[in-house]
């Protein structure tokens, strides 16, 4: 309920000059509304706008509808738009269907909005596009998810994967959202838990700084568990190696050749004689 009352104070705080592509993402329809009716009223925001707009697009749908029927209003309306209209100078009156981007698709992430995302989001946009795991992901989308989330993956057979005290009740307990991606017998578990503000903040202004300490070189590795690492007792054997023969034996034992293989050979006859 804080989190909420804070967020609504904060969106009432805004205006089109403080937004950015990043924190528009936080704001609705209504807070660009207001925004656009405060705004053509400054001088220096009109003088500007195109600007403004740009950044409302990263994440809004914007329609020109001052041309429209009131019966295409109301279609738009039934898509979820808001349709409003901002009335400015005579020649800036602005008729528009606005509706928030939504997030659905692995493709739709960006670091704009990565931040403003839940881990539960995360994984719900993860799992509509999953087939191969972790690492069926290009490595931009990897990139960009890193950029927001720590992320850990690990591969186990499905029925060991929920052994009682193992890595997926620790994830669990710690925070971590997970998502299961079946292999076979086996499940690719995918943690995933939003980074603490400080290090998001880090990362989003790391380009600008030249000297970085060892942690953050490593702030994007992914941790990956496999089964035989992992801490429980039991575990799965190793295909045992092939017995040794005679056969061979003798052609492990035949590695030298040379001249000492002839003077030994010799000495073997002269015994036997």
């Not at 509509?128 to 998810?145: K, M």
């Not at 990956?224 to 040794?244: A, F, G, L, R, T």
Request: aromatic fraction near 8%.
């Amino acid at each position: 309920m804080a989190r909420q009352k804070k967020e609504a104070e904060d969106s009432n705080a805004q205006s089109l000059k403080s937004i950015t592509k990043s924190s528009v993402w936080d704001v609705q329809e209504n807070d660009i509304i207001r925004m656009m009716e405060t705004g053509v009223k400054d001088i220096e925001i009109r003088e500007n706008l195109r600007h403004y707009i740009d950044v409302i697009r990263c994440a809004f749908e914007i329609l020109d509808l001052k041309d429209a029927t009131p019966q295409q209003k109301k279609a738009y309306t039934k898509q979820g738009y808001k349709v409003c209209e901002v009335k400015g100078d005579e020649n800036e009156n602005f008729v528009w269907g606005l509706r928030k981007k939504p997030i659905t698709r692995v493709t739709d992430l960006s670091y704009e909005n990565i931040c403003h995302i839940s881990a539960a989001k995360l994984i719900e946009v993860l799992d509509r596009n999953f087939g191969g795991g972790w690492d069926s992901l290009t490595q931009s989308v990897q990139d960009i998810i890193l950029s927001g989330f720590d992320i850990s993956t690990t591969t186990l057979p499905k029925d060991r994967l929920h052994k009682k005290g193992g890595l997926y009740e620790k994830k669990i307990a710690d925070g971590y959202d997970v998502l299961e991606v079946p292999k076979g017998n086996w499940v690719e578990a995918i943690f995933a838990k939003v980074k603490p503000q400080q290090e998001k903040l880090k990362m989003q202004f790391g380009d600008e700084e030249d000297d970085f300490d060892d942690e953050d070189d490593d702030a994007d590795v992914i941790v990956k568990d496999d089964y035989k690492n992992h801490d429980e007792d039991d575990s799965i054997d190793d295909p045992n190696d092939d017995e040794i023969t005679e056969e061979n034996y003798s052609t492990m034992m035949d590695l030298g050749g040379g001249d000492e293989d002839e003077d030994a050979a010799q000495l073997i006859d002269f015994v036997d004689e």
